[in-house]
């Protein structure tokens, strides 16, 4: 905080600042409405930024190794010691919750953007085409959700064998059908605008249209999507690696997942 | 109606043979050799290459894939779901001991979740943004975000450490023993249908938010009706439309979520024994459970589908 003399009147330097310190306001006031808005909403975006968080920082949050039994202490209710007791080998509950939402988050993340993401792209095809593909792909997407999701990602994860890829692939083909169902609406009437209708008039090949013209609009709906199911792969992997489960056993040796003791 | 009636029943079919070749390919296309799940991994290198063609032969699984595909498709519709590898039961009667009691958990987890839900979604709905509202939402975002298995260790847990109870270990057929019967079911019928009412009462919230608004019901309250039959007779037959939709949908989640909610009350039902089948690799029984789950399921949704055509005409002249 320097009081700025009259003869170095306006250097590029403090408008960069004037700038920024504007867009940080507004980023601010954003907030401050938002969280006025839905206090709720906000409440739960804190506890999944510090879920996040606790999941990047695991090493340094967690007050031991997430492997390491101590035989002094098994099967040891909350205490000063341990904040969520211990397991039956002595292993820390709080580090392996801790280093748990590690696990969780790289499976989740990676189903959704793997299996939701596939799905969007063939909703983008099989919208933008139509014709004999779209009504194929349909009626194979149909199939596809006529499983219960967890029976369908069971069944793949016990065929595909054992694995922390596994987990991600099986639950990653579940939701491919709610990508594609979702993003082939919003492609269709997307299709139909006049903008899309000026590109191919100007000579846009279809791949140009579909990726430059049509894609850029699917991303919100894209976005919904994809936080939604994210809540869903969760649950999923937390149910394929229930305690007992075959696929427990069979992940890597050292991977954890949250709910497994 | 009738043409409607036909026109769903194909695509049922349809959907049903498109399911079998899916639960197909998943099962016997993709990586695992079942003889490793038989013999055990050191069993299985000890085997010679003869041995292994034979029991491949012998089960079947030496044929081409679509021989195999016909013989499996055969064999359910002549009624004959196979055996399992470890155990002398054959799926078929397996099923039949252990269906009832899943089949009794969903529809007692369907009407509790319409019991639970629905009343929570006319409080909400009839204060919008209440303290009562806001608090039954929260309560209802807890209940989608809590895994059923896990509330139901803690109340399995809970019962036998502070009341000493356990629910009985036998399997009892309702007709035979009614009151073993529900205390069997009840545990996994509360934990399920808690979870699908938490949907219930949000989809029926919202559906019925959209229903006071319309015209007709303010035509209600400005002939004289009060509050109270404005919403039950005519604001709410309307709104429960979704919401009929969505209890299939969820139906699914009840099949699917018996499977670690029975795990965890030790329930003998379907659900307990696909768990076995999938950590034990049983191919056969996985693969016929998994295409049973997805019938049933196809079929419930057809259902559905029917009861909304008949309560809104619109539908079916669609």
């Not at chain 1, 330097?13 to 006031?29: C, D, K, T």
């Not at chain 1, 202490?73 to 280093?99: C, W």
């Not at chain 1, 194979?140 to 999701?149: H, K």
Request: with cysteine; net charge positive.
């Amino acid at each position: 905080m320097t009081v700025t003399e009259p003869e170095t009147a306006y250097s590029l330097q403090q408008g960069r600042q004037a700038v920024e310190s504007s867009r940080l306001r507004r980023v601010r006031g954003g907030l401050s409405t938002f969280i006025r808005r839905s206090p709720l909403s906000a409440f739960w975006g804190c506890i999944a930024a510090a879920i996040l968080v606790m999941a990047i920082a695991a090493p340094v949050l967690a007050p031991y190794e997430p492997l390491k039994s101590d035989f002094r202490a098994m099967s040891k209710p909350p205490n000063e010691r341990h904040y969520f007791g211990t397991d039956q080998i002595g292993r820390d509950v709080l580090s392996r919750v801790i280093y748990g939402s590690r696990a969780s988050l790289t499976i989740a993340i990676g189903a959704v953007l793997f299996g939701t993401t596939l799905g969007a792209f063939w909703g983008l095809a099989s919208g933008y085409f139509g014709g004999r593909f779209d009504i194929v792909s349909q009626r194979v997407i149909e199939f596809l959700q006529s499983f219960p999701d967890l029976i369908l990602a069971m069944a793949i994860a016990m065929a595909l064998g054992a694995g922390f890829g596994t987990v991600i692939v099986a639950i990653a083909i579940t939701r491919i059908p709610f990508g594609g169902r979702v993003i082939r609406a919003v492609v269709l009437s997307l299709k139909e605008m006049s903008y899309v209708e000026a590109a191919r008039g100007l000579g846009a090949s279809h791949l140009r249209i579909m990726l430059r013209h049509i894609l850029p609009q699917c991303v919100a709906p894209y976005l919904i999507l994809a936080t939604t199911h994210l809540g869903v792969a969760i649950i999923i992997e937390a149910a394929l690696g229930f305690p007992g489960s075959a696929f427990r056993r069979r992940l890597r040796p050292g991977a954890i997942c949250w709910l497994i003791p | 109606m009738y043409s409607y009636i036909m026109r769903r029943v194909t695509f049922g079919a349809v959907t049903i043979i498109g399911v079998s070749i899916i639960v197909f390919m998943v099962l016997r296309i993709l990586p695992g050799d079942p003889l490793v799940a038989i013999f055990g991994p050191e069993g299985f290198t000890k085997l010679s290459e003869a041995e292994r063609a034979h029991y491949m032969a012998e089960l079947g699984l030496s044929d081409p894939l679509v021989v195999q595909y016909l013989s499996w498709v055969g064999d359910i519709a002549r009624g004959n779901f196979g055996r399992s590898f470890f155990r002398s039961e054959s799926v078929g009667e397996m099923i039949l001991r252990r269906g009832p009691l899943t089949a009794e958990i969903g529809i007692m987890a369907v009407i509790l979740s319409w019991l639970v839900g629905i009343p929570v979604a006319i409080v909400s709905a009839l204060r919008p943004n209440s303290l009562g509202d806001n608090v039954s939402r929260f309560i209802s975002i807890v209940f989608l975000a809590i895994p059923g298995f896990w509330l139901g260790m803690l109340i399995v847990l809970a019962s036998l450490f502070w009341l000493g109870y356990r629910v009985p270990l036998a399997g009892a057929s309702l007709w035979a023993d009614p009151w073993a019967n529900l205390q069997i079911v009840i545990g996994p019928a509360v934990v399920l249908g808690l979870g699908q009412g938490a949907y219930i009462a949000r989809m029926a919230r919202s559906s019925l938010l959209e229903v006071i608004r319309e015209d007709y019901v303010r035509t209600a309250r400005a002939k004289g009706l009060s509050r109270r039959p404005v919403i039950m007779l005519h604001a709410l037959p309307n709104a429960l439309l979704p919401v009929i939709t969505l209890s299939g949908i969820l139906l699914g989640f009840v099949l699917a979520g018996s499977i670690p909610v029975e795990r965890a009350f030790g329930t003998p039902g379907l659900g307990y024994a696909m768990f076995t089948a999938v950590s034990e690799r049983d191919v056969f029984v996985m693969q016929n459970l998994v295409f049973l789950y997805a019938v049933v399921f196809v079929m419930l949704n057809i259902l559905v589908d029917l009861t909304i055509a008949w309560l809104d005409p619109r539908i079916r002249y669609r």
